[in-house]
């Protein structure tokens, strides 16, 4: 019911700052907890950070822990990824995904647990 689409990926060097965002078409945005995941080539898709569906409750990767800030505006049903003070293996696709699971909580860390997925953008992180 939900389509969600990322943009602001680039190619950045290490230190600097991007701001990703991922906007919903469809239905039922406002009442869904958000995520970010991330997948570099030859990896497994990782956790990055997530939102519950009123913004109150935010988790994340400890490794992005203070350098990444996940944040909601449901009245643009559009959620962000601000990630500063960027490394080299920060560098991966990212991707959004929706949920409309009630009191996920940790949960939200996986990625099973959501049910709609965005295309992904590119970030690139130079040395």
């Known amino acids: 019911q939900v389509q969600l689409v990322e943009s602001g990926g680039g190619l950045v060097q290490a230190g600097d700052s991007l701001r990703l965002s991922c906007a919903a078409s469809?239905?039922?945005?406002?009442?869904?907890?958000m995520g970010w995941f991330r997948q570099a080539p030859g990896k497994e898709r990782e956790f990055v950070a997530a939102?519950?569906?009123?913004?109150?409750?935010?988790y994340y990767a400890d490794s992005v822990k203070g350098r990444f800030t996940i944040s909601r505006d449901n009245a643009k049903n559009t959620v962000y990824l601000q990630m500063n003070s960027l490394k080299p293996e920060d560098t991966a696709v990212y991707y959004c995904?929706?949920?409309?699971?009630?009191?996920?909580?940790?949960?939200?860390?996986?990625?099973?647990?959501?049910?709609?997925w965005g295309q992904g953008t590119q970030v690139t992180v130079s040395s």
């Open positions: 939102i519950s569906w009123s913004g109150g409750s935010t």
């Open positions: 995904a929706a949920t409309g699971a009630v009191g996920a909580g940790n949960l939200l860390r996986r990625g099973n647990e959501y049910d709609y």
């Open positions: 469809g239905r039922t945005f406002s009442s869904d907890a």
